[in-house]
């Protein structure tokens, strides 16, 4: 049989509640060509039973592996190693996507078959809110410099990249320090092999969870601080120069200034929003944008 031209690839941990409307909305696409791989990451609940049911109940494509959890870069590799498609289409197990995802996707990969990775907009949807518009991107000639140091401009779900190429890199690395960023590593050494594509349109649906514990937005944080060091060390060989102490400087400071919203969103005590208020302006003092975000704390915004 001929392959798939899409493996769509959910990771799923305790997701038996809503996972359905996120395979839904993977059979309303208007491009069929596709198979389905969720890799259910040692759930406690009944996530492979409900996956396997509805897979038989609408005769889709696909298959749900069950694994022992090794969080979600091991759950996204078992998928990616499974895929039997040339392209590998992401998808978290609570996002949709909208109908015209693949059919754009399948389009811009047509266009340009050079290109390693396609990515779109996406709306984000908090508490039955209207939504807002995430914009992706944008692509530049150096892109591996323009993540590293301007930062992430990619979700996993908006985002389908060529199976070979991910192998070449070695897929997500599972590095423990790396969980949660795993995927803004897998972008930068992604774009170190090819060029990517972004898409001006919103093809996904992001449902953000208001006020997520502070403990958390400390463990991602500082995960994507891990990642961020591990790439400055591997870019600079260890002799940064002037400009590049600027540089990274900068790019840190920035990381502890959302480090500081996102805290207070997350309602944490003020004493612990200090630490990274510190961070933010010791690291980095000349940036308006830094200096603005003290004033708002210093006056209890």
Request: net charge positive.
């Amino acid at each position: 049989m001929r392959a798939p031209l899409f493996s769509v690839v959910i990771p799923a941990y305790n997701a038996a509640a809503f996972i359905e409307k996120t395979l839904d909305s993977v059979r309303a696409q208007t491009l069929q060509d596709y198979e389905i791989i969720v890799v259910d990451d040692g759930s406690r609940d009944d996530t492979k039973g409900v996956v396997d049911r509805w897979l038989a109940r609408h005769s889709q494509p696909g298959r749900c592996i069950r694994q022992e959890n090794k969080k979600i870069a091991g759950a996204r590799n078992t998928g990616i190693r499974a895929a039997a498609a040339d392209h590998i289409a992401l998808l978290d197990h609570d996002d949709l996507w909208y109908p015209e995802k693949l059919a754009a996707v399948a389009a811009a990969f047509r266009a340009d078959p050079d290109t390693v990775l396609v990515c779109h907009d996406m709306n984000i949807v908090q508490d039955g809110r209207r939504p807002r518009t995430a914009r992706m991107g944008p692509a530049a000639p150096r892109m591996y410099e323009r993540l590293l140091f301007e930062g992430n401009a990619l979700a996993p779900s908006t985002s389908v990249f060529r199976k070979d190429k991910a192998l070449e890199i070695g897929g997500f690395r599972e590095n423990p320090e790396f969980d949660t960023s795993e995927d803004y590593d897998f972008w930068m050494r992604l774009s170190r092999i090819g060029s990517f594509h972004f898409i001006d349109q919103v093809l996904t649906e992001y449902h953000e969870v208001e006020n997520s514990a502070s403990s958390r937005v400390e463990y991602h944080l500082g995960n994507a601080e891990a990642v961020l060091r591990d790439h400055f060390a591997s870019y600079f060989r260890g002799d940064p120069g002037i400009r590049g102490r600027f540089l990274m400087r900068r790019r840190m400071a920035t990381l502890y200034r959302a480090w500081v919203v996102a805290l207070g969103a997350a309602g944490a005590s003020r004493e612990k929003q200090r630490e990274y208020v510190r961070r933010m302006i010791v690291t980095y003092p000349f940036s308006p944008r830094n200096l603005a975000r003290l004033c708002l704390w210093l006056i209890g915004r």
